[in-house]
């Protein structure tokens, strides 16, 4: 053997040893055979799958050995016919799934000499490729089965796939539907806002209220969830798309119910509160804009004038400036009548939803729209079945009187009119009880002229009386229904000397005992003649203590301490003040410091300690005269 004929052959022996280690390396089993399908080479793995040594598997038919069958496998028979480049089967072997390809080899002529076979096990990308097929499938059917919509979005934000609730929701086709981008239906965003927000898909994952357009340009409000993930090596977004629209009108119309609540329970208090006409008009106005909501509230009495005009009483807004809604009317024989005239005339609310476009042109229409007003209702203010007037709330959208809310809305106003009357009753009664007031104190100041008419010495006695008692009575910190009370107790507390002689009552000189006694019966007399009058105070009783002592040694009954009434005790100390003050036909007077020695003097035993303590403040420290 040549020297050239030896290297060529270690060059191949060579070549085959690198060409069998790389055979090796191969995982999968790889095995050449001939045209009688007997093994020829083998690698590692073959004989790994084999179970034999590989001197046993050379020369041997593979179907013997691995993979065992009764015969070749066809791909391995049609490898052999002319012009094939390679043949490849399936095949299942003990529970494993393989690819078998052959691959002919041929010699320069193209007659075939062996054929190069692979067995690649595919079983896990078998159950890989049908895991994903029936999660394909279960997601197909998760989605098509879902009440929301559902989309999968790629990285140009495109809609790849979508149930038909999605399509159904946006009024497309399913194949239009794969023609859209997600700004093509957002109706919030724009393409450059979704951009931004959304630049990388598979991190995203977030909950957001938006609205979608529809494919007819309509709106509506849907809650979308979105998921990011990776798809192969594409970042995408699983979307479920709600539509909220229903959820939304139920909390606008809660939200609305709930203001005309806090509207209403604000107006009662209010009510409750409210002494004054136009005082309730104008808070009832402050509280439908400040704690209702609205934007403006405007309140007023209709006049049956010759114009039938409707008078502004009250108004509230947002802001500043509020319109000017004068002049308005509540003439049937008008053609334009506004909605509080409409309110007035009808005794029923009166909704304008959109006052843009409502069919009645009212006068006051363009200057409200100046101010951004959209809405709003009129409510009559009803006294039986006539509406006085009317209170109207505006709002700065359209549409939002719900049958809910004006059923709330009807229910204050019917509060504030029953408020209004209300007012209007006490304060006809206040006139009245005014009236009655005076007459009263008339008739009472007459009949103690009466007294004085028959003893002119003591002229003006029982008027000083009945004042200096208002007045301690007051330094007392008594109600004013009780000093009144008192007041009128001082006017007539001599009423019963009508009884006594006039000769006796005019006596220039002091009286003797028979003429005292007379004298000491006139609380008597007075108390008979007032006991059948109805004061609403004890007028008769205070009249009959006022000579009574808080020891008991007064007349005519002997009362001591709490037997005597509050107000007979303050007439005891301001009889004695103005007595003792004044002059009489027997002596001059003896002047305030005598009278309020005397009346500290018996502190505690003749007089009450109060009524002396506040007497001694109203004379000594606040300076009080008595009048003439």
């Not at 609730?165 to 724009?190: I, P, Q």
């Not at 995203?204 to 993930?229: F, L, N, Q």
């Amino acid at each position: 053997m040549s020297e050239s004929t030896e290297h060529l052959l270690k060059q191949v022996e060579l070549a085959h040893q690198e060409w069998m280690a790389a055979l090796d390396a191969v995982e999968d089993p790889i095995f050449l055979h001939d045209k009688e399908f007997r093994i020829l080479r083998a690698n590692r793995a073959y004989q790994r799958c084999a179970g034999i040594p590989f001197k046993q598997i050379i020369g041997r038919p593979y179907f013997d050995i691995f993979p065992k069958s009764d015969g070749p496998l066809p791909g391995c028979t049609r490898a052999q016919e002319i012009d094939k480049d390679s043949e490849e089967d399936e095949i299942v072997l003990e529970g494993r799934t393989y690819r078998s390809r052959a691959f002919p080899v041929c010699d320069e002529s193209g007659e075939y000499l062996y054929s190069v076979h692979n067995l690649e096990d595919v079983t896990e990308r078998k159950q890989m490729e049908q895991a994903l097929r029936d999660e394909v499938l279960r997601r197909r059917q998760l989605m098509e089965s879902s009440r929301d919509g559902m989309a999968v979005i790629n990285k140009q934000h495109q809609i790849i796939e979508a149930n038909a609730r999605f399509a159904e929701m946006l009024g497309y086709t399913a194949e239009e539907m794969l023609d859209l981008h997600t700004w093509d239906f957002e109706a919030m965003m724009t393409e450059a806002d979704i951009r931004t927000n959304f630049q990388d898909l598979s991190i995203i994952s977030t909950t957001i209220e938006t609205r979608h357009r529809r494919k007819d340009g309509s709106e509506y409000d849907v809650e979308i969830s979105i998921s990011g993930a990776i798809l192969g090596e594409e970042p995408m977004a699983f979307t479920v798309c709600r539509d909220i629209s229903e959820r939304k009108q139920q909390e606008l119309a809660m939200q609305r119910a709930n203001r005309a609540l806090r509207t209403i329970s604000a107006g009662n208090e209010v009510l409750i509160h409210a002494v004054r006409e136009d005082q309730l008009l104008q808070e009832m106005c402050d509280v439908a804009v400040h704690v209702g909501g609205y934007r403006m509230a405007w309140l007023g009495y209709a006049r049956d004038d010759g114009d039938k005009s409707i008078e502004q009483m009250a108004q509230a807004c947002m802001g500043e400036n509020c319109p000017v809604l004068l002049p308005l009317s509540w003439d049937k024989s008008k053609r334009v009548v506004c909605a509080a005239g409409s309110a007035v005339i009808s005794g029923k609310p009166k909704v304008v939803q959109d006052i843009q476009s409502d069919p009645e042109e009212n006068p006051w229409r363009e200057n409200v729209l100046q101010y951004g007003f959209a809405s709003c209702i009129a409510l009559p203010l009803m006294d039986g079945n006539r509406a006085f007037g009317a209170l109207v709330l505006f709002d700065d959208k359209k549409n939002v009187f719900d049958a809910d809310e004006v059923k709330v809305l009807e229910e204050m106003s019917g509060d504030l009119a029953f408020g209004i009357l209300t007012l209007r009753v006490k304060a006809a009664h206040r006139e009245h009880e005014q009236r009655l007031q005076t007459n009263m104190l008339q008739t009472v100041e007459a009949i103690a002229s009466i007294v004085e008419m028959r003893d002119p010495y003591t002229s003006g006695h029982q008027a000083r009386v009945a004042d200096i008692a208002k007045e301690i009575a007051r330094q007392m910190g008594m109600p004013e229904e009780q000093i009144q009370a008192i007041h009128l107790a001082g006017l007539v507390h001599d009423l019963g000397k009508i009884r006594i002689p006039a000769e006796i009552l005019s006596k220039p000189s002091r009286l003797n005992d028979i003429e005292y006694s007379l004298i000491k019966m006139h609380p008597q007399a007075g108390y008979d003649i007032l006991k059948g009058v109805d004061f609403s105070w004890p007028i008769a009783e205070m009249v009959l203590q006022h000579h009574e002592r808080m020891d008991g040694t007064g007349y005519p009954q002997g009362l001591k301490g709490e037997e005597i009434l509050p107000g007979a005790r303050i007439l005891v100390v301001a009889d004695v003040i103005e007595a003792m003050s004044s002059h009489r036909p027997y002596r001059p007077g003896l002047g305030i410091d005598a009278a309020m020695n005397e009346i500290i003097r018996g502190r505690g035993t003749l007089y009450d300690p109060q009524v002396v303590d506040a007497s001694v403040v109203l004379f000594r420290e606040r300076g009080y005269v008595l009048n003439d």
